[in-house]
């Protein structure tokens, strides 16, 4: 356990007798913000904003300790309830890994491990990672939060992963008029195709993020222009069918 207000509590580790794998964690109740996006579509910004905060400040305390979430997406923050308040809780660091570890790279038997909505360019490219990607996956959460959408659809996994790799999102303001230009621009920093354009980890994130919401316009990276070719490798093979982009989160948590 990371012992973080934000991050679900595991109490214990192990195996019953029969080989089969058990963990112990804090009863939550509430639901997850996959429900609430579902039901709500996108969120009062005040909402969004507080619970963009939470998922933050757990992500600082992973990357401090070198950890990378890899698959940070709304099934895996849970809004608990208590005593009337809500209380974010980032779950299921399953497929993190440790910022040095030789594995630290997204692909496992030629998969990539992730949920295609939230995967950044290097992520999908199967390349090796660091805490970059989860910079981008806030970026992605706190747009879907605003807007009801996430910034990248398409019809099916390759073609997901081309528009990923291929194109930029839009301005979340296109699609929610309301959003202040310096929390648009915390999050579309966020979302820079180039690593290097982004913020270096979540701690970074954290403090343009706070700055953003007292109105102040946070500094920005340094900039470098994208070259204007971009090698696509599509995975073979999963693109033979059309997939509803609603379904693809949980095709690809089995």
Do not use: C
């Amino acid at each position: 356990s990371l012992g973080h207000p934000n991050i679900v509590e595991i109490y214990d580790l192990g195996a019953l007798d029969n080989g089969v794998p058990f963990q112990v964690m804090e009863l939550l109740e509430g639901q997850t913000l996959a429900g609430r996006i579902e039901i709500e579509g996108g969120l009062a910004i005040d909402d969004a904003l507080v619970i963009g905060d939470q998922v933050l400040s757990a992500l600082d305390a992973a990357h401090q300790r070198g950890i990378v979430h890899r698959d940070l997406k709304p099934d895996n923050v849970f809004l608990a309830q208590r005593e009337g308040r809500t209380i974010v809780k980032l779950l299921d660091f399953g497929i993190s890994k440790t910022i040095g570890e030789e594995t630290l790279s997204l692909t496992k038997t030629g998969m990539v491990v992730g949920t295609p909505f939230y995967l950044a360019p290097e992520q999908a490219r199967g390349d090796d990672v660091d805490q970059r990607i989860d910079v981008w996956a806030m970026g992605v959460l706190l747009y879907e939060m605003i807007t009801g959408t996430t910034p990248f659809r398409a019809e099916n996994y390759n073609k997901l992963i081309v528009r990923i790799l291929t194109t930029r999102a839009e301005p979340p303001s296109t699609r929610q008029p309301r959003i202040s230009k310096e929390i648009e621009q915390v999050i579309m920093t966020a979302l820079s195709h180039d690593r290097d354009d982004r913020y270096a980890d979540a701690g970074q994130m954290l403090v343009a993020f706070t700055k953003a919401r007292r109105g102040e316009m946070p500094a920005r990276p340094p900039h470098r222009a994208m070259p204007v070719d971009v090698d696509v490798e599509v995975v073979p093979g999963s693109g033979e069918e059309d997939l509803d982009p609603t379904e693809v989160s949980d095709a690809f948590r089995r």
